[in-house]
């Protein structure tokens, strides 16, 4: 070689590398751009080819580093090409890539670029198939590393064409891309994993509080769907009470006065009874002293009246009188019980509100109904300590006293009712439970209806409850039952708390 030609080839030399040095800094710069790893790996190969001049390119990478594996520490896996330029799949598999697999093994063992320059003349391959057949002539191959210099994978070039293509030069070149590529591929992985992450993260707080909130919301819907009802219920309780207790005013109007002169009447007629009978006791003895005359006229006027007497049973009339004026006086005392409790449940009749110890009205109640407790009931009581409470004392008295009867009458044999009483902000509550028969749901949604009654005639009128509920309601409190059949029943009754200053 002349040293004109020399001149040359170095200028020649010097520019091709000069042009190879600037796409490799337009590379680099490209390649730290881009944010997807798939397009990453295509490009790293698509500009390792055209920085080099390499006929074919591939990039096999360790199954773990695509997968984001901690490739510091992790597991790896095999490796697997991943992206090829102008080498198909099949043809890693074929002998043609003996070759290209030694250099690969050389490179994944040592962590070192192999470059083999003339393949044909390389001692170690060039007995190799792919060199012989395939007629591989420059071969270039380096590794893809981690900051902490992990194998991630490796590059691999090679070229039939042009012997002595890939060189130092090469070398270097696809040495300093695969450094880069090396990098920009870790933070792809990386950032993908700390995204992952994230959203895994970001998924699970998100599940986490809309399942919170959606179990908080259920909660409350369901909160507000039993108030709703517990509402619904006593907005027909509180209809169905006012219409009744327009009536029960208007039906207890109506009876008190006939009630109250028929009354008066029975007594009246007692005492008349008495006066007739003392007339009669006269009449008697007149009859006596006519049949003692022995004459026809006042014996045959003796047998008259003897015929008439027993023909109109006068002594069975006089006998029977009294009984019948008791029986009488009896059933309209009923009906003024019944105008009683009537005007108690409409609130005709007004009393004054006291200050009252509730645990003292409740003991008041059971002293006034003991007679019928005592012999099959055991009476608990669970009082708490109680502040005065303003009150209509007669009517709670009333209130206790209807409830526990029904207790009583609810036990068959011998049971135990449970007297509470409790402060529960801002509420007194007492609670009345009893061991008897219960009641089913045909009787708890009847309960308080006046003259609902399950008690055969003359046992019961129906109006306990309605007499309590119009006692409670007029309290502003509330009253509640919880019961089944055969498990007992449990009445409480809250009630606002409220206390006039002394
Ligand atoms: N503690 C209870 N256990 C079981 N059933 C009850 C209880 N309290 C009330 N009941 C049922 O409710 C019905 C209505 O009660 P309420 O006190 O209003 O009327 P009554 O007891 O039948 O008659 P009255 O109280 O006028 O004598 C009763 O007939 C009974 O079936
Ligand atoms: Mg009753």
């Not at 198909?88 to 290209?100: I, N």
């Not at 007594?267 to 009874?273: G, I, N, R, S, V």
């Not at 902000?425 to 009787?443: F, L, S, W, Y």
Request: hydrophobic residues 40%; proline residues 2%; glycine residues 6%.
């Amino acid at each position: 070689m002349n040293p004109e030609n020399v001149q040359n080839y170095t200028v020649q030399e010097r520019f091709r590398t000069e042009q190879k040095l600037k796409s490799l800094i337009r590379v680099s710069q490209y390649l730290s751009a881009i944010v997807n790893l798939n397009e990453l790996l295509e490009k790293i190969v698509d500009s390792a080819v055209e920085v080099v001049g390499a006929e074919r390119g591939f990039l096999m990478l360790y199954k773990g580093v695509i997968e984001g594996v901690d490739i510091d520490s992790g597991d790896k896996g095999e490796l697997v090409l991943t992206v090829s330029k102008n080498v198909s799949k099949d043809a890693l598999s074929s002998e043609a890539f003996q070759t290209s697999k030694a250099v690969m093994d050389k490179v994944l063992a040592h962590g070192e670029a192999v470059v083999i320059t003339d393949a044909a003349s390389d001692e170690e391959f060039k007995s190799r198939n792919s060199v012989v057949r395939y007629g591989l002539r420059s071969i270039l191959c380096v590794p893809l590393k981690t900051k902490n210099n992990q194998m991630m994978g490796l590059l691999y070039l090679d070229n039939r064409l042009v012997k002595g293509l890939f060189g130092v030069h090469e070398l270097d070149l696809l040495t300093t891309l695969a450094l880069q590529a090396g990098i920009s591929v870790e933070n792809i992985v990386l950032a993908e994993k700390e995204k992952a992450a994230v959203r895994k993260a970001s998924e699970a707080e998100v599940r986490g509080k809309y399942a919170d909130m959606l179990a908080e919301k259920n909660k409350e819907l369901e909160k507000a769907y039993d108030k709703l009802k517990l509402t619904q219920g006593q907005l027909v309780q509180s209809a169905k009470m006012a219409s009744v207790g327009q009536l029960a005013t208007g039906v207890a109007h109506e009876i008190n006065n006939p009630t109250g002169f028929m009354l008066s009447n029975l007594e009246m007629l007692e005492k008349y009874h008495g006066t007739l009978q003392d007339v009669f006791a006269q009449y008697a003895k007149i009859d006596e002293f006519f049949a003692k005359r022995g004459d026809e006229e006042s014996r045959s006027m003796s047998q008259s009246l003897e015929v008439l007497k027993k023909k109109l049973r006068m002594n069975f009339i006089l006998s029977d009188l009294p009984s019948l004026v008791e029986e009488s006086k009896l059933g309209a005392l009923r009906i003024k019980k019944i105008v009683e409790d009537l005007r108690t449940f409409s609130h005709v009749d007004e009393e004054k509100r006291q200050n009252s110890n509730i645990n003292e009205v409740v003991d008041f109640a059971l002293n006034i109904v003991w007679n019928e407790l005592k012999y099959k009931v055991q009476v608990v009581k669970e009082y708490s300590d109680l502040p005065l409470f303003l009150c209509y004392p007669h009517e709670m008295n009333q209130v206790f006293v209807n409830l526990l009867i029904n207790a009583c009458q609810a036990i068959e044999d011998k049971g135990t009712i449970t007297i509470r009483t409790y402060l529960k902000d801002p509420d007194v509550v007492v609670e009345v439970e009893d061991t008897g028969c219960g009641m089913g749901p045909e009787v708890l949604g009847r309960l308080f209806e006046p003259f609902f009654t399950t008690k055969p005639v003359g046992k019961g009128t129906g109006l306990g409850l309605s007499v309590v509920y119009g006692i409670i309601k007029r309290h502003k409190g509330e009253i509640s039952v919880k019961s089944q059949p055969g498990e007992g029943s449990t009445f409480t009754i809250r009630l606002p708390f409220q206390t006039a200053s002394a």
